[in-house]
């Protein structure tokens, strides 16, 4: 069975059917496996970014930049 976000509305440039969505799921997850860095926290450009201008996690700075906020807008 397919996740449920692979049944949502087609946009233009989606997959066209269950098959298709099927094999580019395997492949965007086959890509992730190989991947040598994973993980944002690993990542050594982000330790630098924490190290020298945020300061710390979570704190008021990468608050501010970092985080986004929804708003709720009207339909076309």
Not at 4 to 17: E, I, S, T
Not at 28 to 46: C, F, G
């Amino acid at each position: 069975m397919l996740p449920w976000w692979l049944y949502r509305r087609w946009r233009a440039g989606d997959p066209v059917n269950a098959d298709i969505r099927r094999q580019r799921l395997e492949a965007i997850y086959e890509v992730d496996e190989q991947m040598t860095l994973r993980k944002s926290h690993d990542n050594p450009a982000v330790k630098e970014l924490y190290e020298e201008f945020l300061k710390e996690p979570l704190g008021e700075l990468s608050h501010k930049l970092l985080h986004t906020s929804y708003t709720e807008r009207e339909r076309f």
